[in-house]
């Protein structure tokens, strides 16, 4: 069974960088048949794709963070992480890790998220 | 303000059949295939539908998906309370070279 895990500090400063890593266990970030990517849910509020990642280091971001986002692989360790930059109150969000089916471009498995506050 | 638009609510009584639209463009659901989230309170979201209208193993088949043009729907049929959730669409976007999701539907089981 796959699992994923999103480990990374819960509280940022404005200006400062976020920074998270998921690790992936059950199955290989190296698989030619997934993606691995970040999304996003504000509190009380939808979900939204920050980017993703294939094994070979290959990206996609949301072209409304692009400029501020960093999604790196290491598969030696089976993880994967997730630089945000400059982050201010509106990155207060849970942060999902998530296995994306490469085929049909779906989640279909998520990390349980973490509460990621940007507060001083 | 989401590039899928989705109805903020939908509510129907148990047994009921219940349908949530998904609203796209040419560039994502015109082009592309459509997913499903479900989104129980206080969980990560589970994969419902995928490729338009496909089930991933263990979803019953009280949920289908069909897509038509540059809009999609998600049907649930027989509601029961445990449906009680938010759904999420979701598909490519080719100008964006990015995934879009939909703002969301809070179903509500009376």
């Known amino acids: 069974q796959l699992q994923l895990q999103e480990s990374g500090p819960g509280l940022v400063k404005p200006s400062e960088t976020l920074s998270l890593t998921c690790t992936v266990s059950?199955?290989?970030?190296?698989?030619?048949?997934?993606?691995w990517g970040w999304i996003r849910q504000p509190p009380g509020k939808g979900l939204e794709w920050i980017g993703s990642?294939?094994?070979?280091?290959?990206?996609y971001y949301n072209p409304s963070l692009k400029s501020r986002v960093t999604i790196s692989v290491d598969t030696s360790k089976n993880q994967f992480s997730l630089k945000l930059s400059s982050v201010t109150a509106a990155d207060t969000a849970v942060y999902y890790c998530?296995?994306?089916?490469?085929?049909?471009?779906?989640?279909?498995?998520w990390g349980q998220g973490t509460l990621v506050t940007v507060s001083s | 303000q989401s590039v899928l638009t989705q109805p903020p609510s939908a509510s129907g009584t148990p047994g009921q059949r219940v349908t949530i639209s998904c609203s796209g463009s040419?560039?994502?659901?015109?082009?592309?295939?459509v997913n499903w989230y479900q989104q129980l309170p206080g969980t990560a979201p589970k994969l419902l539908i995928y490729?338009?209208?496909q089930r991933p193993s263990g979803v019953p088949d009280r949920f289908s998906g069909s897509k038509s043009g540059t809009s999609a729907s998600l049907a649930i049929s027989g509601l029961q309370s445990e449906d009680e959730a938010d759904y999420y669409c979701?598909?490519?976007?080719?100008?964006?070279?990015?995934?879009?999701f939909g703002g969301g539907t809070k179903l509500t089981v009376l």
């Open positions: 979701a598909a490519w976007d080719d100008s964006l070279n990015a995934v879009v």
């Open positions: 490729s338009n209208n």
């Open positions: 040419s560039s994502n659901i015109g082009s592309n295939t």
């Open positions: 059950g199955g290989s970030i190296s698989s030619s048949s997934y993606y």
């Open positions: 990642i294939y094994y070979s280091g290959s990206t």
């Open positions: 998530a296995q994306i089916l490469r085929t049909v471009v779906a989640v279909d498995y």
